[in-house]
């Protein structure tokens, strides 16, 4: 027990200060982890390396956004987290999702991981509603099988699951063909979240959707990563779109991820010229510049089975130097927690400027 004194002058003990209480806190453990990941595709016409060492993590409360053209590796990236990849495909490196090592747990593990700790939201899930089901009937589902919510229960939480999708409850007595492109999306949402995962990774969630809505369904899974205390990759073309709904983006180029970093800078301040060239070719709504910006990049990225040699951006990068085509840049930081892939950028890198003028 604690003493006490009567004296009001007698010395009070300082509360510990706010920094110690931190340091005490055990690190949280990330809700993803992936490690030197390399994922190739066995073919007739030979091996394809889809992804090529690539490094990444989510936290809890955390959105990080995934960014890069079609054909970077990034739907690839996103099969491997809950071992959904194709029986083609050989993988290599560490993932781990809620302190689970993906690629050993035994199946029963991996059921229960796939609807109880992590959830997918696929690119094109729009099609795979049953259009003879109700929705309540589909939200349903998944927690009758995998969830402990008691069968008379069930009705319940999917007006819970609705509401925080921001749909009617009365959505539920309603089919597919019922509801607008946007709404079906948020009832594949509410079924990403009907088994309280902690993790939801989401390819391309609203590719299918016209902007607006885009914009509407974007906000609300970032908006129930903040209330619900989830993490979130979030997978697109549209780096704009991160920009504004991510805490950290990642920038995915042939396989690899070339910036990483929070959100607003990756996009404000790109420090790849791949990242620079996406992050211009999304003009800014009233800024009179961007109506002058370069309209895109020019040229396809590589074919995987003919990557460039060097650095695998350089025959379309506006600032390349000769030695690019023979030097494949190592990941250094730009500044901390900002690892960039570019021979411009980190320790011995020099200035931009300075490269782009000579
Ligand atoms: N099942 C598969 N078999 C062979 N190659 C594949 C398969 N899936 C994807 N690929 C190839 O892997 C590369 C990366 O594709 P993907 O991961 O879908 O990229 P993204 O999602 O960024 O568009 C592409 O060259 C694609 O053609
Ligand atoms: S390493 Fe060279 S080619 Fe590659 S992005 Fe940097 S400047 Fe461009
Ligand atoms: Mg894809």
């Known amino acids: 027990m604690s003493e006490t ?76 987290i809950l071992r959904l ?57 998944p927690i009758r099988i995998h969830d ?41 949402i509410a079924m990403a979240l009907a088994c309280r995962p902690e993790l939801i990774v989401a390819d391309e969630p609203t590719t299918a959707l016209d902007v607006m809505v885009q914009a509407q369904v974007l906000s609300l899974l970032t908006g129930l990563v903040e209330e619900l205390g989830l993490g979130l990759l979030m997978i697109t073309h549209d780096l704009s779109v991160l920009g504004s709904t991510c805490s950290r983006i990642a920038v995915m180029y042939a396989g690899r991820v070339v910036e990483e970093g929070p959100a607003d800078e990756v996009f404000e301040h790109p420090q790849h010229p791949y990242s620079a060239a996406l992050s211009a070719a999304f003009p ?27 650095c695998t951006f350089h025959p379309r990068c506006p600032v390349a130097l000769a030695r690019c085509s023979e030097y494949d840049p190592p990941i250094r930081m730009a500044e901390p927690n900002r690892p960039v892939a570019c021979v411009l950028v980190g320790e011995d890198g020099r200035d931009r400027s300075a490269a782009q003028s000579s």
């Open 148 to 188: 402990s919510t008691p069968a008379k229960g069930i009705p319940a939480r999917v007006r819970e699951l609705l509401n925080q999708v921001g749909l009617p409850a009365d959505r539920a007595q309603a089919f597919p063909h019922q509801l607008s492109g946007g709404q079906r999306q948020r009832v594949m």
């Open 284 to 310: 800014r709504i009233g800024d009179p510049a961007a109506r002058y910006a370069p309209a895109g990049l020019p040229g396809d990225p590589p074919n995987p089975q003919e990557l460039p040699s060097g």
């Open 5 to 80: 004194t009567s004296d009001p002058t007698a010395p009070v003990a300082s509360p510990a200060p706010v920094s110690d209480f931190v340091k005490s806190e055990k690190p949280r453990e990330p809700l993803l982890e992936i490690e030197g990941l390399e994922v190739s595709y066995r073919t007739a016409s030979g091996e394809i390396p889809a992804v090529r060492g690539v490094d990444l993590t989510v936290h809890a409360g955390e959105s990080v956004g995934l960014a890069g053209e079609s054909g970077c590796g990034k739907s690839t990236l996103a099969s491997t």
């Open 85 to 141: 990849q194709p029986s083609n495909a050989t993988v290599r490196g560490g993932i781990r999702v809620c302190g689970k090592d993906v690629r050993t747990i035994g199946w029963s593990d991996l059921r229960a991981l796939r609807w109880g700790q992590a959830a997918m939201v696929f690119q094109g899930a729009l099609h795979s509603l049953n259009p003879v089901q109700r929705i309540g009937d589909q939200i349903a589902e």
